[in-house]
């Protein structure tokens, strides 16, 4: 396949590691007045004969999931209407008020008004904030006890479902959600109040788990909730709306289904990792193939409806039982206490390939060869193993997010400090002190819906074998966030 040169322009002062990935091929220079450039090649964006059935077994795998609880596809917001009437007459509309999500939200009220529903309060609510403050779940929280209604309506993005979704369980209680525990909230079972959730990006798959992420008052650490009543009941999601939404949205959501993807394959037991690796390997090449069009504005709507299926099989992904390397678990509960945990997230997932190599190679091997094919790795992986095949795998991983415009370093994240690297590695610690690891999903029991065979079991608690093991975690997490801090996979081979 041969490359192009990206119109996505990187500075010149390449890391090392940038160097090493780009190796094969010269950078050419670009200036603009004062300004000089490098723009890094990279392979087009495909979508071969086999792009369709990817779609379709992606497709399959979330429909057995939802059912027809949801509605997936273009201009499908027509059917809001009658997912909310089924749930009640009189909702509580919570919405985001950016300008890209205007369209959705016309929609949207078109069709409860068509289905007869009344809209609680006679407004539009505004929504949570992004990173979802908890300020703001304690204000929608009171706005359900107030105004009493049959049924929640939440239309945004990740911030605005997950506010809802945490302002639900906090208004049965009459209480501020507690910074360190779940007690007293009920997660499990029927959510309080039926949700039903409009999804306008594609990334979180909010409107399909049963997660929601607050950020502490403080600003400086995130708690996670989690458990079936977290689960919106109903949920719809027009891939066409994602038309308007800013690139930095489009791309922290693909990233962020990548690492989703790649978490559950190297997290899942060996009795599923057969499984585990065929739906991130969807995932994976599903971005691959679309996300370059998506960014070029070609192939329209088809390239965008395979982009959302992408995340909304990562996400489920994510809700998995995952039950095999317990320093990649670690991995995921360090990065759920820092603010802009989703691109902190996406950014550290070839580090965490490269991590952990000598403990999944096989499944590390696997996920190289799409990488391979797409053309971001040029190396005969054939011949390699241990840390040179974590370093070739993670470099082609980087190769796509730099020739998409993507940071990959965490002091790129919006809001970050060392106070929640420091915060994060607080929390591995307090957990590898447990004996179990249910500590990694709060009371999330059995809550977790089936995405085929890997998601079937809850494993009771299991012991850590001994102190080294707590040690080797430890040390493979710092590892991990040191590349991630430095942008740097040579850390991890050295």
Same mark, same amino acid.
């Given at each position: 396949?041969?490359?192009? #040169?990206?119109?996505?322009?990187?500075?010149?002062?390449?890391?090392?590691?940038?160097?090493?990935?780009?190796?094969?091929?010269?950078?050419?220079?670009?200036?603009?007045?004062?300004?000089?450039?490098?723009?890094? +090649?990279?392979?087009?964006?495909?979508?071969?004969?086999?792009?369709?059935?990817?779609?379709?077994?992606?497709?399959?795998?979330?429909?057995?999931?939802?059912?027809?609880?949801?509605?997936?596809? +273009?201009?499908?917001?027509?059917?809001?209407?009658?997912?909310?009437?089924?749930?009640?007459?009189?909702?509580?509309?919570?919405?985001?008020?950016?300008?890209?999500?205007?369209?959705?939200?016309?929609?949207?009220?078109?069709?409860?008004?068509?289905?007869?529903?009344?809209?609680?309060?006679?407004?539009?609510?505004?929504?949570?904030?992004?990173?979802?403050?908890?300020?703001?779940?304690?204000?929608?929280?009171?706005?359900?006890?107030?105004?009493?209604?049959?049924?929640?309506?939440?239309?945004?993005?990740?911030?605005?479902?997950?506010?809802?979704?945490?302002?639900?369980?906090?208004?049965?209680?009459?209480?501020?959600?507690?910074?360190?525990?779940?007690?007293?909230?009920?997660?499990?079972?029927?959510?309080?109040?039926?949700?039903?959730?409009?999804?306008?990006?594609?990334?979180?798959?909010?409107?399909?788990?049963?997660?929601?992420?607050?950020?502490?008052?403080?600003?400086?650490?995130?708690?996670?909730?989690?458990?079936?009543?977290?689960?919106?009941?109903?949920?719809?999601?027009?891939?066409?709306?994602?038309?308007?939404?800013?690139?930095?949205?489009?791309?922290?959501?693909?990233? #962020?289904?990548?690492?989703?993807?790649?978490?559950?394959?190297?997290?899942?037991?060996?009795?599923?990792?057969?499984?585990?690796?065929?739906?991130?390997?969807?995932?994976?090449?599903?971005?691959?193939?679309?996300?370059?069009?998506?960014?070029?504005?070609?192939?329209?709507?088809?390239?965008?409806?395979?982009?959302?299926?992408?995340?909304?099989?990562?996400?489920?992904?994510?809700?998995?039982?995952?039950?095999?390397?317990?320093?990649?678990?670690?991995?995921?509960?360090?990065?759920?206490?820092?603010?802009?945990?989703?691109?902190?997230?996406?950014?550290?997932?070839?580090?965490?390939?490269?991590?952990?190599?000598?403990?999944?190679?096989?499944?590390?091997?696997?996920?190289?060869?799409?990488?391979?094919?797409?053309? #971001?790795?040029?190396?005969?992986?054939?011949?390699?193993?241990?840390?040179?095949?974590?370093?070739?795998?993670?470099?082609?991983?980087?190769?796509?997010?730099?020739?998409?415009?993507?940071?990959?370093?965490?002091?790129?994240?919006?809001?970050?400090?060392?106070?929640?690297?420091?915060?994060?590695?607080?929390?591995?610690?307090?957990?590898?002190?447990?004996?179990?690891?249910?500590?990694? #999903?709060?009371?999330?029991?059995?809550?977790?819906?089936?995405?085929? +065979?890997?998601?079937?079991?809850?494993?009771?608690?299991?012991?850590?074998?001994?102190?080294?093991?707590?040690?080797?975690?430890?040390?493979?997490?710092?590892?991990?966030?040191?590349?991630?801090?430095?942008?740097?996979?040579?850390?991890?081979?050295?």
């Amino acid at each position: 396949m041969s490359p192009f #040169y990206s119109a996505i322009a990187v500075k010149s002062r390449l890391r090392p590691d940038l160097r090493a990935v780009n190796s094969s091929e010269r950078p050419r220079i670009y200036r603009e007045g004062k300004h000089t450039w490098k723009v890094i +090649p990279m392979p087009r964006g495909t979508r071969d004969p086999s792009a369709t059935e990817l779609q379709a077994r992606a497709s399959e795998l979330v429909a057995q999931a939802r059912g027809d609880r949801y509605s997936f596809g +273009p201009r499908v917001n027509s059917s809001a209407g009658a997912q909310v009437a089924a749930e009640g007459q009189r909702a509580l509309v919570i919405a985001s008020q950016s300008r890209w999500n205007a369209p959705t939200l016309r929609s949207a009220l078109g069709s409860l008004r068509s289905s007869r529903v009344i809209i609680a309060g006679g407004q539009v609510f505004r929504g949570a904030r992004p990173g979802t403050p908890s300020e703001d779940v304690s204000r929608i929280a009171s706005l359900i006890r107030g105004l009493r209604p049959d049924c929640i309506v939440a239309i945004g993005g990740g911030s605005i479902i997950d506010g809802a979704k945490a302002a639900n369980i906090q208004a049965v209680g009459d209480q501020r959600m507690k910074q360190q525990s779940n007690a007293g909230l009920p997660s499990e079972g029927r959510p309080p109040i039926p949700l039903v959730a409009i999804q306008t990006a594609a990334g979180s798959a909010s409107h399909l788990t049963n997660l929601a992420w607050v950020a502490n008052t403080n600003g400086r650490s995130v708690r996670l909730i989690s458990g079936s009543a977290v689960t919106p009941v109903r949920a719809v999601f027009d891939s066409t709306v994602t038309r308007t939404a800013p690139r930095g949205v489009v791309l922290d959501g693909a990233f #962020y289904g990548v690492f989703r993807g790649i978490h559950a394959a190297l997290c899942a037991s060996d009795d599923h990792s057969a499984e585990a690796l065929d739906g991130a390997g969807l995932v994976i090449e599903l971005t691959l193939q679309n996300l370059p069009r998506v960014l070029a504005d070609q192939e329209g709507d088809e390239a965008r409806e395979a982009m959302a299926i992408a995340t909304d099989l990562a996400g489920l992904l994510a809700i998995s039982k995952h039950e095999g390397l317990p320093a990649a678990q670690a991995i995921w509960l360090a990065l759920a206490q820092i603010p802009g945990h989703m691109r902190a997230s996406a950014i550290i997932a070839p580090y965490l390939v490269g991590a952990f190599v000598n403990r999944a190679e096989r499944r590390v091997r696997a996920i190289g060869e799409i990488y391979q094919r797409a053309g #971001y790795i040029q190396k005969d992986m054939d011949g390699l193993s241990g840390r040179k095949l974590g370093a070739a795998v993670a470099g082609g991983m980087l190769r796509f997010m730099i020739g998409s415009g993507y940071p990959t370093s965490l002091p790129s994240v919006p809001g970050f400090s060392w106070l929640g690297i420091a915060g994060a590695m607080e929390a591995v610690t307090g957990w590898l002190q447990r004996s179990d690891d249910e500590a990694l #999903y709060a009371d999330a029991g059995t809550a977790r819906p089936r995405v085929g +065979p890997w998601s079937a079991s809850n494993t009771s608690a299991r012991p850590w074998r001994s102190n080294a093991e707590r040690a080797e975690i430890l040390s493979a997490v710092q590892a991990t966030f040191a590349a991630a801090m430095s942008g740097d996979v040579g850390v991890l081979t050295s």
